[in-house]
């Protein structure tokens, strides 16, 4: 079959998959196996066996389940809360105060969790009833909320850069290094964007703020502890003292050190965190295994290749090509997934940018920012069903339109890495 042909049948049992509502997983791994089938009938099926084996035993993908354990054991022993408590202290002179709490807290948070929703909900659990009984407007907390949230997958570790690695073959800790200085940049542009809001409209903010538990929190003691968890898995990275998943091991053990230290340690706690961490890891490496199946699928028919040669030969230049893949995410983003939508996406992609001279890292953080922009935006952000599902009682479209303005800052903020990379790779450059 030519690559004309495939492209049709790919799009009839993907459409044909998601209209009758079958998982995303299965979908991918389907469609792969369907392909296969078309061009060489079951004698490539026995490779089938080797593409779960080779992936299940993957030490790259190894760091995922240790990564959602340490946050699993930092939110189950109730840390989350006391850090937030602490850093509510630190902003709390700053225009927006809890606002920016929530942007910070999520930031820090994303190091520990390496998951959008995860952060934005931890954080989120915290802040939503803090913020209404001091009078903030919820016009302002969502948006902080969902935002926030979205550093959860650009601010190492980062679920979909260990997924990314895995399938293009950059390396792992040159992509979680990458996105150390985007990730700060943009919660900072973040925070710039709630003081310019609450100066300017200050009924949104309360004429007085205090902070959370008025004299029970302390920078320090509720803090500290995070900081350290993270510098110390950043750190060890960096400094080359541990690879990705050996940094996720360390990260386990000093996460159930900071709950033992404040004594949200029990057996129940590690007991939730371990089913909590299982149900995860489990979904995530099926849609891993299956979208390995369909990558399988494309080379091997020659779809991928086809692709390629087709985008290549519409001699766009980079910025074209740079914008038409914003495009692309915008729409995937309202029917998928982040994490679905890059499985799908970075088979087809990844030659004919590398071909175009776009670097592998940094195309790597790209498709991360696309996919934050995909959590936060209508009518399928899943930050924004997140947030609802901790405060039922606010409807979506307002918790949509709060984070609309951070829509425009994550797309501006594309645009800026685009126009000066060293932002994205300056940092893994110095690691050499």
Known sequence: MSWNELVILYSLVVVGCLAGGVYIGVAMGLTGLVGITAVSGTNLWESIGGIVWNNSTNFTLVAIPLFILMGEI?????????????????????????????????????????????????????????????????????????????????????????????????????????????????????????????????????????????????????????????????????????????????????????????????????????????????????????????????????????????????????????VILLGIYIVLGMLMEGLSMMLITVPLIYTPMIAMGFDGVWLGILLILYIELGQIHPPVGLNLFAIQSISPQTSLSTIAWSSLPYCGIIIAFAFLIYLVPDIVLWLPRTMR
């Not at 959008?116 to 919820?138: F, P, W």
């Open 74 to 322: 930092i939110l189950q022993g109730g840390v989350a809360s006391r850090f937030y408590t602490g850093l509510a202290r630190v902003f709390r002179h700053v225009p927006g105060g809890l606002a920016q709490t929530n942007i910070a807290g999520c930031a820090v948070f994303s190091a520990v969790s390496g998951s959008s929703v995860a952060t934005a909900m931890t954080v989120g659990s915290v802040a939503v009833g803090e913020m209404r009984k001091r009078g903030y407007k919820d016009s302002l907390t969502m948006g902080t909320l969902t935002a926030g949230g979205s550093l959860g997958i650009l601010i190492p570790p980062s679920i979909p850069m260990i997924v990314y690695a895995s399938m293009t073959h950059e390396s792992v800790i040159d992509l979680l290094m990458a996105g150390i200085v985007p990730g700060i940049l943009l919660a900072f542009f973040f925070c710039a964007y709630v003081a310019i809001k609450a100066t300017l409209d200050p009924s949104l903010v309360p004429a007085k703020d205090s902070v959370p538990d008025e004299g029970a929190g302390s920078p320090i003691r509720d803090s500290l502890p995070i900081v350290v968890l993270v510098g110390g898995v950043i750190l060890g990275m960096y400094t080359g003292a541990f690879t990705a998943t050996e940094a996720s091991a360390t990260g386990v053990v000093l996460a159930a050190i900071i709950a033992y230290y404040y004594g949200g340690l029990t057996w129940s706690a590690v007991k939730i965190s371990f089913e909590n961490t299982v149900i995860s890891s489990a979904v995530i490496m099926f849609i891993t295994i299956c979208a390995q199946i369909l990558q399988y699928g494309i080379v091997i028919t020659g779809f991928g290749a086809g692709v390629a040669k087709f985008i290549t030969g519409l001699d766009l230049s980079p910025f074209v090509f740079f």
